[in-house]
């Protein structure tokens, strides 16, 4: 059955090569699942190459892991590992029919990196953008060929979320649109039709629910205590376990976004704010304070 407003399928355009640009986590999980599920080269660009062999490296692990597990046989593994490489440049773009961004949650720098992304790009290829709270649109308002961009959000662990955002921006066109549907499709993915507003919708959903959260613990609620009531509610992960995998500074640009969109329903925790701001991968804590010792707490987890 056609999902809810997605066009005709026989607008879908044929995709034979994927562009992934970025080589971190989000982007690498990606470049991973398009390879498996669309078996097509899948090239990712990152201005570093220690970045770039990291993605590759993190591929290549998670195929030995999948053929461990006997869900791929070995030449299949091989062959994934084959289909997924590393370019420094975009160059690499030239022949794709679908290029997604994961880059740094910044409007100027995504569309730098479309700027450069359609400079070597055929007229029809698609353009997405992983953006998990920007506007699509905003995004698009340089591009030569706004019409060809789309975005398609993913939820962690992207291999393992069914669910896939994808969003219709103010010139998005419908063969663009149809190919979204299509690659999600083949991705097994479960698509959703979302208006191009802020944080889109379960971001906004989410952002709201971890809102609550994290101020019941700034407000002097145990940590534990928040953790393991909600745990007992059969989520498949605790609050702060979430936050940790979607990452400290993420879920903080997402409550941005939406506490400047609509500031009399979100606000920003100031804790959780100071915990992004000391650079740290630390584990969220309701009393961190900048001091080293607190610092080197967050950083052991
Ligand atoms: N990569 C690949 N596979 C993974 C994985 C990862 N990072 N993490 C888990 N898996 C796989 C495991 O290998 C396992 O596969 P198997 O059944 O084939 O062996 C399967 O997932 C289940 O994993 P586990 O048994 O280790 O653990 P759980 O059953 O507890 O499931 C979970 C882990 C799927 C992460 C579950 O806890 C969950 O659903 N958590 C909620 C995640 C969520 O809400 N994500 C959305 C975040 S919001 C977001 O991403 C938007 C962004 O814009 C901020």
């Known amino acids: 059955r056609r999902p809810a407003g997605a066009p005709d399928a026989s607008l879908a355009r044929k995709v034979t090569k994927v562009g992934v640009v970025g080589a971190g986590l989000m982007a690498s999980q990606m470049a991973l699942l398009f390879a498996r599920r669309l078996q097509v080269p899948v090239v990712l660009t990152d201005l570093d190459q220690a970045r770039l062999d990291k993605g590759v490296s993190y591929v290549h692990a998670e195929v030995d892991k999948l053929a461990g597990k006997g869900r791929v046989s070995p030449d299949q593994a091989n062959r994934l590992k084959a289909l997924v490489t590393g370019s420094l440049t975009k160059d690499a773009f030239a022949d794709a029919d679908f290029v997604i961004e994961a880059v740094f949650e910044d409007l100027a720098v995504k569309k730098q990196v ?118 007992r509610l059969g989520l498949p992960m605790t609050p702060f376990a979430l936050l940790q995998l979607v990452g400290p500074a993420v879920g903080l640009h997402v409550a941005e976004t939406l506490h400047e969109a609509f500031p009399d329903r979100f606000g920003v925790s100031a804790n959780l704010a100071k915990l992004v701001a000391a650079g740290k991968p630390g584990v969220y804590r309701p009393d961190f304070s900048l001091d080293e010792e607190a610092v080197a707490l967050f950083a052991g987890g």
């Open 114 to 231: 479309f700027a450069e992304v359609e400079a070597v790009v055929r007229a029809d290829c698609v353009l997405a953008t992983n953006t998990s709270s920007l506007s699509v649109t905003a995004m698009g308002e340089d591009l030569a060929h706004p019409e060809r961009l789309v975005g398609f959000h993913f939820f962690n662990p992207v291999a393992v979320m069914p669910l896939l955002e994808i969003v219709r921006g103010g010139a998005t066109d419908d063969a663009t649109l149809a190919t979204a549907f299509a690659v999600g499709k083949a991705l097994k993915k479960s698509s959703v039709l979302v208006k191009d507003a802020p944080a889109f919708v379960v971001n906004r959903l989410l952002t709201r629910f971890m809102g609550e959260v994290i101020g019941a613990v700034d407000e002097g609620t145990p940590l534990e205590t928040a953790e393991h009531a909600l745990d």
